[in-house]
């Protein structure tokens, strides 16, 4: 038997319950992991409050770090004993879980636990912003909201590696410090103004990218700071969804593109999934990426975890402790 976080039904923190749920034996193809850390993500309260419809009871979690304890049949390209990670394996909040093999990742020496646990979802989203989303170029100045948030710190360094001038957006003047730790070359605290400020820091001409994982408070303004033909990311919506957006809009900003990316469809092959993870864990194993750790709590706090990633009180990335 193991333990799994479950919700019973829509509604607050208080649904999250521990319980103890039978082991599943891994079938062809897949194998179980012993978790070590399982990271805490936004999609989690939505599935939790019905933002994202599922099925209850329900196991939340899709991201984590582990060691392999049993293989299913046909699987050759990892061993009983091996550390992994995993961006997309269903049900993480516990102490068990059992997925295909072809989604996990080697875990590097040098990566703790805790780093391993951290970088599958938030680390690859950062790494297809930068490189697909929108392809950072040296010179370019670029905005990033929530900067010191577990993509913000990331995506920050990833477009300075890219020799870019960032802009970050913080709530607190202690994130701001956190924000300027990882790169950012202008900080704004508060999520108001900084349309005028982007375009003061460009001439007037306005940003050629803007990465919006807030939403509802920022959205207006983030439009208002691209130039013309440039790219809105919105990528999350922590402060609520957008309204519907009237594509007349983008048409007055100037032939402004939205998009509305997810991780998926930038990992549909097995060969993109390595080829982007490879990338990302060598700038972490080069001392490059740093993986803030915000905070560790025990599997049975997951109510809590999300309740202060949700209050907006956490800077980088949240971690479950089985």
């Known amino acids: 038997m193991g333990n799994a976080i479950q919700y019973r039904a829509a509604g607050g923190p208080e649904v999250l319950e521990l319980v103890e749920l039978p082991d599943a034996e891994p079938g062809p193809g897949e194998v179980a992991i012993d978790v070590t850390g399982v990271g805490v993500n936004f999609i989690e309260i939505y599935q939790r409050t019905g933002v994202y419809p599922v099925p209850f009871p329900y196991t939340p979690g899709g991201e984590g770090a582990g060691v392999i304890s049993a293989l299913g049949p046909d699987v050759t390209t990892f061993k009983i004993g091996d550390r992994v990670a995993w961006p997309g394996i269903p049900r993480s909040y516990a102490s068990r879980v059992v997925g295909p093999a072809d989604k996990l990742l080697a875990v590097p020496g040098g990566l703790s636990d805790e780093q391993a646990a951290a970088l599958p979802l938030q680390g690859l989203t950062a790494h297809y912003l930068a490189t697909s989303t929108y392809p950072i170029q040296a010179g370019d100045t670029v905005l990033v909201h929530a900067g010191a948030g577990g993509v913000g710190l990331l995506l920050t360094q990833i ?101 509305r990316p997810k991780l998926g469809d930038h990992t549909v092959t097995r060969s993109e999934l390595l080829e982007r993870s490879a990338e990302l864990f060598g700038w972490v194993r080069d001392g490059r990426l740093k993986v803030r750790i915000g905070g560790t709590y025990p599997l049975a706090e997951a109510a809590q975890a999300q309740a202060d990633l949700a209050a907006r009180k956490t800077t980088g990335k949240l971690i479950l402790i089985p």
């Open 159 to 259: 477009a300075k590696i890219k020799g870019a001038r960032v802009i970050t957006t913080v709530s607190t003047g202690d994130k701001a410090e956190l924000s300027r730790e990882a790169g950012a070359d202008e900080v704004i605290v508060g999520y108001t103004g900084f349309a005028e400020r982007a375009r003061e820091l460009t001439d007037g001409a306005g940003l050629p990218v803007v990465y919006d994982s807030v939403g509802k408070d920022t959205f207006d303004d983030s439009l208002a700071a691209v130039r013309r033909r440039g790219i809105l990311v919105l990528f999350g919506a922590s402060s609520g969804a957008v309204p519907a957006v009237d594509p007349q809009r983008l048409n007055d900003a100037g032939s402004v593109f939205l998009t």
